[in-house]
């Protein structure tokens, strides 16, 4: 599907139809919306999915600006438009590269593509440092004793990990997280810890999933695609 070409009306039906759709971030409702997939166990808590008809039926590929840049394509319209550089390492240095493609679930592209397109047009774009991860098959926090990870289902993302890694305060600017709250996305750095609003000990806040919040994490316009479109 040609997402790039879509307008933010059609983007949003797409949406609206999706959001219903939406599981619990529990491993019975991922396997019920996203589909069930064999698996086999890898090194430091990944997975690697032995699936391939599951792959090729649920998870497809965004395109951001570097993929024209790569195929020397003139006047390419991608669909992810300013998508933030990854960390990574060159001759053991620190480097940042952005990657051509992402990889995401079928039910979560429309969201995700909607979403960036309202950073990028609202120039928020520099305020998400960098894009660290998406479709990542793995138990949670990378520990096979722990539930599979949303990201194995390619429903999770993750941005500005240095700044915001998981059970610190979020620092991550909340024009941007409203706006994929706005379009169903959970916010990890809503998540708080057993002492209160102020015991960010489970919070999360490079992590948002399009998974259907827990009531007290909702944000303050979530679900508000179902009323009417952002402006």
């Given at each position: 599907m040609d997402y790039a070409k879509m307008t933010i009306e059609e983007l949003a039906a797409l949406?609206?139809?999706?959001?219903?759709?939406?599981?619990?971030?529990?491993t019975a409702s991922l396997n019920a919306a996203c589909g069930r997939f064999k698996y086999r166990s890898a090194p430091n808590g990944t997975i690697?999915?032995?699936?391939?008809?599951?792959?090729?039926?649920?998870?497809?590929?965004l395109t951001t600006q570097e993929y024209g840049?790569?195929?020397?394509?003139?006047?390419?319209l991608p669909d992810l438009a300013g998508w933030p550089p990854t960390p990574t390492v060159r001759n053991g240095k620190p480097a940042f590269v952005t990657v051509p493609k992402v990889w995401c679930h079928r039910l979560m592209a429309p969201a995700l593509v909607i979403a960036w397109r309202i950073v990028y047009l609202e120039n928020l774009q520099?305020?998400?440092?960098?894009?660290d991860g998406l479709w990542v098959p793995r138990h949670q926090l990378f520990n096979p004793s722990r539930p599979l990870s949303v990201h194995s289902w390619g429903m999770?993302?993750?941005?500005?990990?240095?700044?915001n890694g998981f059970g610190a305060k979020p620092q991550l600017d909340e024009r941007v997280s409203r706006i994929f709250e706005f379009y169903g996305f959970a916010w990890g750095g809503r998540w708080r810890g057993r002492k209160g609003k102020?015991?960010?000990s489970l919070a999360d806040g490079m992590h948002f999933e399009?998974?259907?919040?827990?009531?007290?994490?909702?944000g303050p316009i979530q679900d508000g695609v179902l009323k009417k479109d952002r402006p």
């Open positions: 949406v609206r139809k999706n959001l219903a759709l939406r599981p619990s971030s529990d690697v999915i032995t699936d391939p008809e599951w792959t090729a039926k649920n998870i497809v590929s840049r790569r195929n020397a394509l003139k006047d390419f520099s305020k998400v440092a960098t894009f999770a993302i993750d941005f500005a990990a240095r700044t102020d015991d960010y399009y998974c259907d919040p827990l009531e007290y994490a909702r």
